[in-house]
């Protein structure tokens, strides 16, 4: 059944560029080759825009990811293809970690938590189960790359509704222009601004302290930095590789192709509603340590389950998905509350590239499938319980404001 339904889609694919017999290698490399573009895109993504500011950046990423793809469609073989592809990543991951930072940074509080789970994250999954239905009813992959990427155009008149990040704008002591939204902001909302919104004291001081320049090491800069950001870097790979693992093996599952992706698709929508809740009412750590061992947990009983009880296979699956994927639609807001305005989108894209590792390793652990069907889970759900347990270490920002410099950053526990 799933090779009926795979060979239906991927069969011209595959024969019109030979990537067949000696050249089948070439098929799993494609995929893995966007995921490096991911990682170089999650890698500069921050940069740009701390450097930039993420209005600019944001729609620059998107006109690459919309631009590119269309490109893709006229590819006349495997090399061009995969090279469009791999840009295609880097455009892709930009545009979604900085659309991130700057709803973080323009949102309040109670909003921001809204828009990085049920905004954000909810609509990532609708475009998650969207894709089976067009792939299932769109054979031709030309059709169905072209059908992906109209969509992209749509986005262009938003460039004169999405304002630039006031937070930013302080940071690099452009403060009539961070007013100048403010005072739109509080006159959309009902609310009276004051005559003066930043003292000239308080803007001198913002001036000395905020503009600077930044580099990739400032995020090592003390021990409780560098702290910071390696557990951070090795709890988004870890929970990368759960998320990526238990999605990519999808196929590999009892049923049929296009249904148990759907199903991995719908599975998400509770798990933002649970996360959106969880952040709203209890600490960051609590509630990432707790569905990262709910997934870890649940992963690791699925060599419990006898070989015919298939259905009762595919719900641990499942749930073990349901909890990481909670708590990896956290970790973009944990990140975010832990650095200073000056490396935050800096900080997350340094995170979100890390996860991109993850999920260039994650078909590995899928391959290991071939030697013993239990073993990919048994090593995902350990590495999510142990990452589980190391969160527990980190500092604690629920209810606290967001950091505007590197001496309000919180300590690391123990």
Same mark, same amino acid.
């Given at each position: 059944?799933?090779?009926?339904?795979?060979?239906?889609?991927?069969?011209?694919?595959?024969?019109?560029?030979?990537?067949?017999?000696?050249?089948?290698?070439?098929?799993?490399?494609? +995929? !893995?080759?966007?995921?490096?573009? /991911? %990682?170089?895109?999650?890698?500069?993504? *921050? =940069?740009? @825009?701390?450097?930039?500011?993420?209005?600019?950046?944001?729609?620059?990423?998107?006109?690459?990811?919309?631009?590119?793809?269309?490109?893709?469609?006229?590819? +006349? !073989?495997?090399?061009?293809?995969? /090279? %469009?592809?791999?840009?295609?990543?880097? *455009? =892709?991951? @930009?545009?979604?970690?900085?659309?991130?930072?700057?709803?973080?940074?323009?949102?309040?509080?109670?909003?921001?938590?809204?828009?990085?789970?049920?905004?954000?994250?909810?609509?990532?999954?609708?475009?998650?189960?969207?894709?089976?239905?067009?792939?299932?009813?769109?054979?031709?992959?030309?059709?169905?790359?072209?059908?992906?990427?109209?969509?992209?155009?749509?986005?262009?008149?938003?460039?004169?509704?999405?304002?630039?990040?006031?937070?930013?704008?302080?940071?690099?002591?452009?403060?009539?222009?961070?007013?100048?939204?403010?005072?739109?902001?509080?006159?959309?909302?009902?609310?009276?601004?004051?005559?003066?919104?930043?003292?000239?004291?308080?803007?001198?001081?913002?001036?000395?302290?905020?503009?600077?320049?930044?580099?990739?090491?400032?995020?090592?800069?003390?021990?409780?930095?560098?702290?910071?950001?390696?557990?951070?870097?090795?709890?988004?790979?870890?929970?990368?590789?759960?998320?990526?693992?238990?999605?990519?093996?999808?196929?590999?599952?009892?049923?049929?192709?296009?249904?148990?992706?759907?199903?991995?698709?719908?599975?998400?929508?509770?798990?933002?509603?649970?996360?959106?809740?969880?952040?709203?009412?209890?600490?960051?750590?609590?509630?990432?340590?707790?569905?990262?061992?709910?997934?870890?947990?649940?992963?690791?009983?699925?060599?419990?389950?006898?070989?015919?009880?298939?259905?009762?296979?595919?719900?641990?699956?499942?749930?073990?998905?349901?909890?990481?994927?909670?708590?990896?639609?956290?970790?973009?807001?944990?990140?975010?509350?832990?650095?200073?305005?000056?490396?935050?989108?800096?900080?997350?894209?340094?995170?979100?590239?890390?996860?991109?590792?993850?999920?260039?390793?994650?078909?590995?652990?899928?391959?290991?499938?071939?030697?013993?069907?239990?073993?990919?889970?048994?090593?995902?759900?350990?590495?999510?319980?142990?990452?589980?347990?190391?969160?527990?270490?980190?500092?604690?920002?629920?209810?606290?404001?967001?950091?505007?410099?590197?001496?309000?950053?919180?300590?690391?526990?123990?």
């Amino acid at each position: 059944m799933i090779l009926r339904n795979r060979e239906c889609y991927l069969m011209f694919f595959l024969l019109q560029w030979n990537l067949v017999c000696d050249d089948d290698w070439k098929t799993p490399l494609t +995929t !893995s080759l966007f995921f490096v573009g /991911v %990682l170089i895109g999650s890698f500069i993504s *921050g =940069q740009l @825009s701390d450097r930039f500011g993420r209005k600019n950046i944001l729609f620059a990423t998107m006109a690459v990811q919309t631009g590119f793809s269309f490109v893709q469609i006229f590819s +006349t !073989s495997w090399e061009m293809f995969t /090279v %469009l592809f791999l840009i295609v990543g880097m *455009g =892709q991951i @930009s545009n979604y970690v900085v659309a991130f930072i700057l709803g973080t940074e323009i949102l309040g509080k109670s909003v921001r938590i809204i828009f990085s789970t049920l905004g954000v994250c909810i609509f990532f999954a609708i475009g998650y189960m969207l894709l089976p239905l067009f792939a299932y009813f769109i054979r031709d992959w030309r059709m169905l790359l072209l059908a992906l990427t109209v969509p992209g155009v749509l986005c262009v008149p938003l460039w004169w509704v999405i304002p630039e990040s006031p937070r930013w704008l302080i940071s690099q002591g452009r403060f009539k222009e961070a007013e100048i939204i403010i005072r739109k902001a509080a006159k959309r909302n009902g609310i009276v601004a004051p005559a003066m919104l930043f003292d000239s004291t308080e803007m001198r001081d913002l001036k000395l302290q905020q503009q600077q320049k930044v580099f990739i090491v400032d995020l090592f800069r003390t021990r409780n930095i560098a702290t910071i950001t390696v557990m951070s870097l090795l709890l988004w790979m870890i929970t990368s590789v759960g998320y990526f693992g238990l999605s990519l093996n999808t196929p590999n599952l009892h049923g049929n192709a296009y249904v148990n992706c759907f199903l991995s698709a719908v599975t998400e929508i509770p798990a933002y509603v649970i996360a959106w809740l969880l952040l709203r009412t209890v600490p960051r750590r609590y509630s990432i340590s707790g569905t990262l061992f709910l997934g870890g947990g649940v992963v690791l009983l699925i060599q419990l389950v006898p070989t015919n009880l298939h259905i009762l296979s595919i719900f641990l699956v499942m749930l073990g998905k349901f909890g990481i994927t909670s708590a990896f639609s956290m970790l973009y807001v944990y990140t975010a509350e832990l650095y200073p305005t000056l490396v935050r989108n800096m900080a997350v894209g340094a995170t979100s590239m890390s996860s991109r590792v993850g999920s260039i390793i994650a078909p590995y652990f899928v391959y290991l499938g071939a030697y013993d069907r239990f073993l990919p889970y048994i090593l995902m759900g350990s590495l999510t319980v142990l990452i589980g347990i190391l969160t527990l270490f980190l500092p604690e920002s629920y209810e606290n404001p967001l950091p505007e410099n590197f001496e309000q950053m919180l300590k690391v526990k123990g």
